[in-house]
């Protein structure tokens, strides 16, 4: 009886594991346009337009997360960008 009870409490307090998966999709989710948003604000403010689709765009920060572009590709697609 007593460990039914704890498995009662556990499954109200604690998150499943999809919860856990969720919220952490979510907070990466919001991480990487963040961290895209203050990239792109840098470089304009230190004069460095750029010319880019959103395709383009998200190409490029899937495969970094994916590990397909090293630091030298992203400097790279910078160049290859700048108006």
Known sequence: MQGLKRLKLQQLFLPSFREVQ?????MLYIIHHYIRNAVLVFLALNGHELDYTQKELSDLILDVADGKKSYEDILYWVLEHQV
């Open 22 to 26: 969720k919220e952490l999709g979510f």
